[in-house]
């Protein structure tokens, strides 16, 4: 399938940095927001990227509008991180060209990378187009079938997670934990650090996501609980595991 222009429904901060990396990668972006008529935009695209809130009937609603006007092979993506990728794909015709596009942008290197979801209906042809035109903007593209917390989410949120109650009991100090992951495992930053530079609170969102579908495995630490309550979220509060100024 040859891709040349992209429809973005929704304007955020990742939506704008996903825009800049295809723009760069020399395809026509058009941009919507609800107030617009974005099926326009999908009717004369090969790929409809929605970057709306997470709200399950909104998104249903909108992509159904835009299944209505595309063509039929035109490739319909939710960039939800909620497992809605089955559900959403019922709301359309041709449900095989519905897809999950995750985005996820390294909080260090400022890269993209992207969690290719494929729900029940998607078809093998659907996930390979996909793969190959977004490889061809420089993002990394990783394929997985959908499931709650999809990969970056759940290994980092149960790292946290662990960290925090290794602190808590009073294991290590958070400086010696962070020292430790960094020079070890080699990585940029250390699970208090992450934590700090994502959001506590969106932690602990994913931390209770997972506990009601897996199970006391990713139960939430009491101290990032209580870290939430008190709004020590990280740097955007310029407290956490550290100070800010």
């Known amino acids: 399938m040859d891709i040349k222009t992209i429809t ?3 304007r955020n901060s990742l939506s704008q940095a996903v825009q800049q990396v295809l723009t760069a990668g020399h395809f026509k972006v058009i941009t919507f927001d609800l107030e617009q008529d974005y099926t326009a ?10 970057f709306l809130p997470e709200d399950f009937e909104l998104k249903s609603k909108v992509l159904h509008n835009c299944a209505a006007k595309c063509s039929e092979e035109t490739i319909l993506a939710t960039t939800t991180a909620n497992s809605w990728v089955t559900r959403l794909a019922t709301k359309i015709e041709n ?18 990378l992207v969690q290719i979801v494929k729900g029940l209906q998607t078809s093998p042809r659907t996930v390979e187009n996909c793969a190959q035109w977004l490889e061809k903007t420089g993002v990394t593209p990783v394929k997985l079938e959908e499931s709650p917390g999809f990969i970056i989410d759940r290994v980092m949120a149960a790292i946290v997670n662990e960290a925090a109650l290794m602190y808590s009991t009073k294991l290590a ?40 579908q897996f199970g006391p495995k990713y139960k939430p630490c009491l ?3 209580k870290m939430v309550d008190a709004g020590w979220l990280g740097k955007k509060t310029s407290r956490g595991f550290y100070t800010y100024s």
Do not use: H
Not at 41 to 50: D, I, N
Not at 177 to 187: E, G, L, Q, S, T
């Open 95 to 112: 449900p095989g060209r519905f897809i999950g596009l995750n985005f996820v942008k390294n909080p260090v290197q400022e890269k993209l």
């Open 173 to 212: 100090t958070i400086e010696d934990i962070d020292k430790m992951v960094k020079v070890c495992a080699n990585w940029p930053l250390g699970p208090f650090e992450f934590a700090d530079t994502v959001g506590i609170d969106n932690v602990v969102k994913v931390l209770d996501s997972l506990y009601q």
């Open 41 to 50: 935009g999908a009717a004369e695209s090969e790929v409809v990227l929605e």
């Open 223 to 225: 101290l990032l609980r």
């Open 8 to 10: 973005i429904i929704g």
